[in-house]
């Protein structure tokens, strides 16, 4: 089963708003069986318009468009899919009635173009919207479906939830799409694949097809299999691979789906009821920012010291003088006393110490512009490491807090065992 | 001019990466004169991007793509575009070299799969790529362009501003498109429209048009001239509207054009030779991490702290413990104490406080989620500030974080003037 989006706005071809309807559309097709194979972005323009419902009417089963139903002048989505689909208004009195009511609520004048709103294609099925007044419709067309619905978002989302995606899975038989992500970090995507080529290799015999998905210091393992044969032969296959990725790179596992590492880590320490504290100087805070993004943070997160200057990790961290003068700010030593200090000074069961030069000034040939020393401190001991991350400074930091979340999430594991 | 996008990958079509690079790319098109008409995502298959690509050749003049260019099997777009555009593979030994010393610099081995990343077809132009290791490629048909990019956000605007949008502006001698944008905080998108209302409608007549381009906390104002006319005149034109607009609601315009409210703030405290340290509570570090985000924001920013629970504002920070029994942790008087504090502790010219409830959980009738009190402290005195800011964790983190360093840029002009 075959779909495409069409998203509708001048807002989007000019960058003033980020698709995200696309992504969100795309995620829950593919959950309910639907492969999307294009995502197409459009003017709010008759012509334009007709020729692309056209041709994606010809190429693929199901149509989804987002966008232009509006009241205003420059929405014509609704006048050429009527014009489209040989159709004339006819009024909807379910939907005028919601939208005399949507305005009534807010206290607002009911003006004609509100009203208007509620004039509907007359061999359309309306999808009435309980979240805004904009209807939406759906057509059919030599057995394949175009629905056209609002572009803001929860209108949107609202609509496909309740009625679109049940009314497409008991109109279609649809295959059963599985994906299975697993999420790792320290490892480059080439390293990566050389370690799990074999492993790769023998995806293809049970018709799974691996993708790998990089973002700045992690990448995404995803399978997918794209329906057909017996599903529990499938979840099997699933799981069978799942086991031997995980033997052969399971220490770099972090996560799966839509986990964060920060969010992995939280639930460590929560689990455990332990508790952490932060001494950043290159990463600036991000840490804590990572960290106390996931909420409830402040379950296990104590806080930390943004250490800046050499004078305020001797001042307040109380990092000596001396060690900082011996080894160099940026070195696994003063990383590692940063660590120690800030668990003690916080009272927490972990502390972690970051020093680094994130660029692009301050270098030197052997401490170069993108060294980070990080150190993850316990009760247990220490771990601390020291990597060149390149010469991006929004990049260095990125990893480095990213890197520090994923080096406590291996100490807390390592410390299950002691 | 009118030019498509393609975005390959997978990952954009099952929602599970957001297409940011669409949305960068049709602003940065857009500013050069180059009108996107439609944007298009599809899978990572020969045929799929075969088809797109020749459809969209036939219809635009410029066709700009991204993704399926990394080092693994699931990237073909590299072999793709050699079939379609009759080419075979050749050795580039600037990209091999690049290759080699990007992987040098990071002390990584260098693989087949890295070195095969610089052997490009023939009869193209090859855009090195300085932040990562695959190039990109200039293809030329029937004088229209193709260009295709890797789809890592940085790799791909540093190749569109250096190389890309440069070369189209001299081959297709572009119009010359003006803008002009001011970035303002604190006034809302709707009541700013109020306030310039008459501003606005005076533009026509300069044929200048006006976008408001609003993000959390923050509104852009942008002035577009789209070409034709004298030159000198629309300059003056611009520089009069900017200047009447600044009349209007100068104290809430913080920067122009790509200036961010942190390295303004940055730049204001290099200017006078002062520093700044924070004390965060619901922002958990993420003022310090916008702070830090700017090169060179070691000469200005000395650090802070990170309270996240009452005992640390208390040990660490110095709060007084009855003065947090007495107002509430989330008040005005508790922000200014921290405010005060870090200033003291740091040795610092500026303080900055916060301290809210960033939700989902912890909110009360007189306290609710999204409830931030912020405060700056100086030799000159306190400013402090409480708003309700939402139910939404992650904006009321950004948005307070933004707020703060507002109201640390307005304290230090206003103690200018001390």
């Known amino acids: 089963m075959l779909a495409e989006i069409i998203c509708i706005g001048d807002e989007l071809l000019i960058g003033q708003t980020i698709n995200t309807n696309a992504a969100w559309l795309g995620d829950a097709l593919n959950r309910s069986g639907i492969q999307v194979q294009r995502v197409h972005t459009i003017s709010d323009d008759p012509q334009a318009i007709l020729s692309m419902v056209d041709e994606c009417l010809l190429r693929s089963q199901v149509v989804v468009m987002t966008g232009g139903l509006g009241p205003t002048k420059d929405d014509l989505t609704k006048h050429t899919l009527c014009d489209y689909f040989g159709s004339h208004l006819v009024m909807n009195n379910e939907a005028l009635e919601r939208i005399e009511s949507f305005m009534r609520v807010r206290q607002l004048p009911i003006l004609e173009v509100n009203r208007q709103q509620a004039a509907l294609p007359h061999n359309c099925r309306v999808i009435q919207n309980y979240k805004g007044t904009a209807c939406g419709m759906w057509f059919e067309k030599n057995g394949h479906v175009l629905v056209s619905m609002p572009g803001v978002p929860y209108e949107m989302q609202a609509m496909m939830s309740e009625e679109v995606i049940p009314s497409l899975q008991s109109k279609f038989a649809l295959p059963h799409i599985t994906h299975r992500t697993l999420l790792t970090m320290g490892v480059g995507e080439s390293f990566l694949a050389e370690q799990i080529a074999d492993w790769e290799n023998s995806l293809a015999a049970a018709d799974i097809k691996l993708a790998y998905l990089p973002s700045p210091g992690s990448v995404k393992l995803r399978m997918s299999h794209y329906g057909g044969g017996d599903s529990a032969a499938v979840a099997e296959h699933f799981a069978r691979k799942e086991s031997e990725l995980r033997q052969l790179i399971g220490d770099c596992i972090y996560g799966q ?149 994923n080096y406590l999430r291996k100490e807390i594991l390592r410390t299950d065992a002691c």
């Open 257 to 405: 789906e839509n986990d964060t590492i920060a969010g992995v880590v939280g639930q460590l320490l929560r689990d455990r009821n332990l508790t952490l504290a932060t001494a950043e100087s290159c990463t600036g805070g991000h840490v804590g920012h990572l960290l106390t993004s996931i909420p409830g943070s402040s379950a296990y997160y104590k806080g930390g010291m943004i250490t800046y200057t050499n004078a305020i990790k001797t001042a307040q961290l109380g990092v000596p003088e001396e060690e900082i003068a011996q080894f160099g700010v940026v070195s696994n030593e003063i990383a590692t006393a940063m660590a120690q200090q800030i668990r003690k000074k916080f009272s927490a069961d972990f502390g972690i110490g970051i020093t680094g030069i994130a660029g692009p000034d301050g270098g030197s040939e052997a401490t170069p512009v993108g060294t980070v020393c990080i150190s993850v401190s316990s009760s247990y001991g220490e771990f601390v490491k020291k990597e060149v991350l390149g010469r991006s400074r929004e990049r260095t930091i990125q990893v480095a807090s990213h890197f520090a979340l």
